[in-house]
């Protein structure tokens, strides 16, 4: 009889929760070991960390700040992962639908409770608008949409930096250069936390069952898992492929609304913080499941979060990226490892 | 050299004790009264101050500096305790850090770039926290705001740079199109006018106050467009090793960082917070504290280092005897000025306000890409 590693297509999920909640905790004893190392207390760091983010308002308000753009950005990825396609150009999506809202904020006079839903739709659109190239490059001249949407994300990136300094520079004279404060915000939900959050788990919702419960839904997976199975069996790859990438940029186009008119309530460079890219990783943490992005997101907000206490306990920048980091290694080693088990086996049956 | 920094240091020291009261600002820019009382007194074993940075401390400009500013509190204040956060993005996380500060009962929060909505949405929530933002133009009751009238020591500066550039065309590594850019490029191009009155000037704008890579890559643009003296507002040395690599000369900010260009470098405008820091960080203390809008005149606070070995005797004679004018009260900021488009901005013989220069945000005649 001989032990084998055996890997499986998918893990269970228990297997693959415990793997995660190990590989967190590992990431977070070398996280300590090489803290304490370096002179500092990892218990009473913890300690605070938890304090701030779990035993207050104060914390948990902004982490629910954080988690609304990251669900959105995440839900971007994933969504547009259910058909095959990466999406890396969230972060320009979220640009142009930071962009497009803040342009009918800025040129078109209304109240707010009309003024919000426009733009709403202009955040959509903002987004589905700067996917639509990749989307037909890809559906017709199969040209990977890797790379033309991550390029894209610097064209956005400079596009807010033209406007936000340039043509829509707020004229009062502010140091930093920025749009004037927009008049419509987003009302307040709980603290500071905006509508914003509350309406981004409700689209994930809404995603996930349709992906679940309709025909279309199980058309793009099928299409997804094997484009030629899908086309064999006489599914419109093509015109999926393209539905479901544009909703991915103006899913992301929305987290770049509801920034906006949400939490910033100025157009200005910058303010994606990185949003667009780490909503990859929220979709990777997610496994593609576009309710398991809630999760994600709330794990990386937190991740942040914690990383933004400890940078006000005396623990540097770069201290804390490389934990950040940490964490998402371990658990992406974890994630592998929930796939294999350990099988006995009997030399006959090999 | 190092000796001539330490002497340019205590001179700028001495200037500073001798101008005392004109660390406060001019008359016209003083806020009005303040109504409401002064925050209540703090122990100086119970008071937490925390700084929040846009570059990292070890920057050796800008944010550097800021820092010794802290350390000075430190060493004046030893039961203090201080925290810092560096390299905070001009986004919501930036509201989420300055938050953080409240949540761990700071008492003072020191903003040392202008985060604006970013840093006020925190400070209206906290009325019982003093809150500062330098190059803040929006003080609130429990907000101040501080800078430096860097204007002056450019416009010295600047006029050595008009002697030394032979194409008489300058080149501009700027941040932002914000005030402090404009009154830099205008104050620079002004010195340099006074002895050239062909310079011009070239401006790129990398959108960063801290981006070494972006900042040398224009640096190489503006020399390859033929300037041959730049200027910036750049809290690192990037473009200065252009400027030595190419065989060209450098004006630079915050510190002396010359030994990454002995031979580039003119001079730089150089800063110092810690006596304000210090002042403002006693008021408190003691319960004295209001919001107020300090600019720190050019001698305390703000001042030209001491000039690059590849300067000139006479050039080093000419500028400073415009240094000297302006620390007398003489100012070179009168009309007739025209902004780039050719329009008259400011009349003949009208002398702008300290509040005007600091609020500059057009470009004078002789100015593109901005």
Redesign the interface.
């Known amino acids: 009889m001989a032990i084998r590693l055996q890997r499986l297509p998918s893990a269970s999920p228990a297997v693959a929760l415990a793997a995660r909640a190990i590989a967190i905790l590992l990431a977070l004893v070398t996280a300590g070991l090489l803290l304490a190392a370096s002179g500092a207390q990892p218990l009473k760091l913890a300690q605070q960390v938890l304090k701030?983010t779990f035993g207050?308002g104060?914390?948990l308000e902004?982490v629910g700040?954080?988690v609304t753009p990251l669900i959105l950005t995440g839900l971007s990825v994933a969504v547009a992962l259910r058909i095959g396609a990466w999406n890396i150009g969230a972060e320009g999506q979220f640009y142009a639908g930071a962009f497009a809202a803040t342009g009918v904020a800025l040129f078109i006079p209304g109240p707010s409770i009309v003024m919000l839903p426009l733009m709403f739709i202009a955040g959509a659109l903002g987004g589905l608008i700067w996917i639509l190239v990749p989307t037909l490059a890809r559906a017709y001249a199969d040209v990977s949409e890797l790379i033309t949407t991550l390029l894209l994300n610097f064209v956005a990136t400079l596009l807010v930096?033209y406007v936000a300094?340039?043509p829509w520079?707020d004229p009062g004279?502010?140091?930093?250069?920025?749009t004037a404060?927009l008049k419509h915000d987003m009302p307040e939900f709980i603290g500071i936390v905006h509508w914003g959050f509350p309406m981004a788990i409700l689209l994930a919702v809404i995603t996930a069952a349709t992906f679940s419960f309709t025909r279309w839904g199980y058309e793009v997976r099928i299409a997804g898992s094997n484009p030629q199975a899908a086309k064999y069996a006489g599914m419109p790859f093509r015109r999926h492929l393209i539905v479901v990438m544009l909703l991915s940029g103006a899913i992301a186009g929305i987290a770049g609304m509801l920034?906006v008119a949400g939490?910033?309530?100025?157009l200005?460079?910058?303010?994606?913080?990185n949003f667009g890219y780490l909503g990859i990783m929220v979709a990777v943490l997610a496994r593609g499941s576009c309710i398991g992005v809630i999760a994600g997101a709330a794990l990386m907000a937190v991740i942040l979060?914690s990383g933004?206490?400890l940078?006000?306990?005396?623990v540097?920048?770069s201290t804390v990226l490389a934990i950040t980091g940490l964490i998402l290694f371990f658990t992406a080693v974890g994630d592998e490892l929930a796939h294999f088990r350990i099988v006995s086996s009997k030399p006959a049956e090999a | 050299m190092s000796d001539l920094r330490h002497l340019s240091r205590r001179r700028l020291l001495n200037l500073g004790a001798a101008a005392g009261s004109s660390l406060l600002l001019p008359p016209g820019l003083i806020r009005s009264a303040h109504a409401a009382a002064p925050l209540p007194a703090v122990a100086e074993k119970d008071a937490l101050i925390a700084f929040g940075h846009t570059g990292p401390v070890t920057d050796e400009g800008w944010t550097w500096s800021h820092d010794q500013g802290m350390k000075a509190v430190k060493a004046a204040f030893p039961q203090v305790k201080t925290v810092f956060v560096e390299s905070i993005p001009y986004s919501a996380d930036a509201t989420r850090t300055y938050r953080q500060f409240v949540s761990e009962n700071a008492c003072m929060v020191f903003a040392t770039s202008n985060y604006g909505d970013f840093l006020y949405d925190v400070a209206k929530r906290s009325p019982k926290v003093a809150f500062y933002e330098c190059d803040g133009r929006n003080p609130l009751d429990n907000l101040s705001t501080y800078y430096v009238a860097h204007w002056y020591p450019t416009y010295v500066t600047g006029v050595a740079a008009g002697l030394m550039s032979k194409s008489g065309k300058l080149g501009y590594v700027a941040s932002f199109p914000v005030p402090s850019v404009f009154s830099g490029t205008n104050a620079f191009l002004m010195g340099a006018r006074s002895v050239n009155p062909n310079a011009t000037m070239q401006v790129i704008t990398i959108n960063s106050w801290f981006d070494p890579q972006a900042a040398t890559q224009a640096g190489t643009a503006l020399l390859d467009n033929g300037c041959d003296l730049l200027f910036g507002i750049m809290d690192e040395a990037g473009y200065l090793q252009v400027a030595e690599k190419r065989g060209a000369k450098a004006v630079m900010w915050n510190t002396d960082i010359r030994r990454y260009g002995p031979k580039a470098y003119i001079s730089s405008i150089v800063i110092d917070f810690k006596q304000y820091y210090v002042g403002e960080v006693k008021k408190r203390l003691e319960g004295t504290w209001t919001p107020s809008s300090t600019i720190l005149p050019m001698g305390a606070g703000v001042d030209r280092d001491a000039w690059g070995e590849s300067v000139p005797e006479d050039v080093r004679k000419q500028a400073d005897a415009v240094r000297e004018k302006i620390l007398g009260g003489w100012s070179p900021f009168v009309g007739e000025i025209k902004d780039a488009k050719g329009n008259v901005k400011l009349a003949s013989g009208k002398r702008m306000s300290e509040a005007e220069l600091y609020n500059w945000d057009w470009p004078i005649a002789g100015i593109s890409g901005l």
Do not use: K, W
Request: aromatic share 6%; glycine share 16%; charged share 10%.
């Open positions: 701030s207050s104060f914390g902004d700040l954080l930096y300094t340039g520079l004279g502010h140091a930093l250069a920025t404060r920034e939490t910033v309530h100025r200005q460079g910058g303010i994606s913080n979060n933004i206490i940078q006000t306990q005396g540097n920048t």
